[in-house]
């Protein structure tokens, strides 16, 4: 697994990607295969969609954010275990509405249609004087993600 993810992460490096308009960089990231852990760069504010969240993983990203200036969206079941200070860093939290759930899914080879339900998005999104920079990937905001490292995990950068 560890020779796969490996192989995945260089050809991210030698791979050429057309920019959306007004992005001026792409960069890649990648956790979990070395003792390097990387967490999108704070600035002055941040905004966060992740279905999993963690109170160390918050904490560290809002580090040094006014609450006025972080917001998180998440579900109802990720953000029920965390602690009132950790939900205090962010003047909004919101919670995705049961409405927008789908039930679409890809079809199964067997079992027929695997049922997706919920968030899954993971977005971080962050200013830094003039620049603007929204991080996706499969980390979510969790300590094994974006703390410890211990998750393998793939970022795409996109700075504007």
Request: net charge negative.
């Amino acid at each position: 697994m560890k020779d796969m993810v490996t192989s995945l992460a260089g050809d991210l490096t030698r791979a050429e990607w057309d920019k959306p308009e007004h992005i001026r960089s792409i960069s890649f990231a990648v956790n979990g295969l070395t003792d390097d852990v990387w967490r999108p760069r704070i600035g002055g504010t941040l905004g966060i969609i992740s279905p999993f969240v963690t109170d160390e993983a918050l904490v560290t990203l809002s580090r040094g954010i006014a609450p006025a200036k972080a917001c998180l969206l998440s579900r109802a079941e990720g953000l029920a275990f965390l602690q009132p200070e950790t939900l205090a860093r962010f003047d909004q939290v919101a919670v995705l509405d049961e409405m927008a759930e789908t039930e679409d899914g890809d079809e199964g080879e067997e079992d027929g249609p695997i049922t997706a339900r919920g968030l899954h998005a993971k977005a971080f999104i962050t200013e830094r004087y003039s620049s603007t920079k929204i991080t996706i990937g499969s980390g979510n905001a969790t300590a094994p993600a974006l703390v410890s490292g211990n998750n393998v995990e793939v970022f795409a950068i996109l700075s504007g």
